[in-house]
Nanobody, 116 residues
């Protein structure tokens, strides 16, 4: 089972930046595509960015040009650089395999709040 731990969230003003980190246990992390998901209270968790094991990335339109996903397989880490943050980016952010896998566990997530 791959365990995932997210960190790096916080309170930031609109237009600000944050860098989220995802630490993974287990070597399976290096094999599979991974993604960052976010969940707004009362809504379903949604995938916002993905990265393959080889580094190919994709983004939903709402974050294109503002968010950058990256990974370091040697360190079993994944990152999400978020720039020009908007109020609508406020959510709990999670990392996980993309598509989801039964051998990857959800972490506790990290809260991102964008507010003036």
């Amino acid at each position: 089972q791959v365990q995932l731990v997210e960190s790096g969230g916080g309170l930031v003003q609109p237009g600000g930046s944050l860098r989220l980190s995802c630490a993974a246990s287990g070597t399976a992390f290096t094999i599979y595509a991974m993604g960052w998901y976010r969940q707004v209270l009362g809504k379903q968790r949604a995938l916002v960015a993905t990265i393959t094991s080889g580094g190919t990335t994709s983004y939903v339109d709402s974050v294109k040009g503002r968010f950058t996903i990256s990974r370091d397989n040697a360190k079993k880490m994944m990152y999400l650089q978020m720039n020009n943050l908007k109020v609508e980016d406020t959510a709990v952010y999670y990392c996980n395999a993309a598509p989801l896998r039964v051998d990857f566990s959800w972490g506790q997530g990290t809260q991102v709040t964008v507010s003036s």
